[in-house]
């Protein structure tokens, strides 16, 4: 087991919910809100890095296997006395494979970080904002996201270099947008509503 919880208590719809410490089931993740798998191999199949959670959604873990020694190895672990809210678990290899990027909301919002494998993590963003649908540019040097810095309700897309720290506000709309890049990375496709 990677983790276990503290017995806590916590008001989920006006009731008190008491957690136990006891062993619990640990899933891979897979939500009907997510875009994404589970499982990602780095570019070239190296290594595996795994999205897990606990069964009863106060845990979730971002792991990688240790082939050799055929185990789980943890590389950050979300805890939430509530509810561990997935629609901000996105997550993928950084180039050479021997480092990651993930959303975690561990400061009370969804933000960016990377992490060298067994080592601390170092959060890229931070703010009383959320960051979602992060990807990595195909050279490996940015990362591109949606961000609602000015408002709750607006979304606009933000580049972050990852070299500099350097980030980038790409759009000033008013409203909602989603994103995608075309494969030559030269152009960007936005479905945007207000």
Do not use: C
């Amino acid at each position: 087991m990677l983790a276990s919880v503290k017995a806590e208590n916590a008001k989920r719809d006006g009731k008190t919910y008491q957690s136990k410490k006891a062993p619990r089931d640990i899933l891979l993740l897979n939500d009907w809100s997510w875009d994404q798998s589970a499982i990602r191999w780095n570019q070239d199949g190296s290594q595996v890095a795994v999205m897990l959670k606990a069964w009863d959604n106060k845990d979730r873990w971002l792991a990688t296997v240790d082939f050799k020694a055929k185990k789980l190895l943890n590389q950050h672990r979300l805890h939430d006395d509530a509810w561990v809210n997935y629609d901000f678990n996105n997550f993928g290899w950084l180039p050479g494979g021997q480092g990651l990027y993930f959303l975690s909301e561990e400061s009370g919002y969804s933000h960016l970080y990377t992490k060298a494998l067994n080592s601390k993590a170092k959060k890229l963003t931070a703010g009383t904002f959320e960051v979602s649908d992060p990807v990595l540019s195909k050279d490996g040097r940015s990362i591109y996201f949606r961000a609602n810095q000015s408002h709750p309700g607006i979304y606009n897309l933000h580049k972050l270099d990852l070299a500099s720290g350097q980030q980038q506000q790409l759009t000033s709309l008013t409203g909602n947008l989603n994103y995608q890049l075309s494969p030559d990375e030269s152009k960007i496709l936005l479905t945007y509503s207000t």
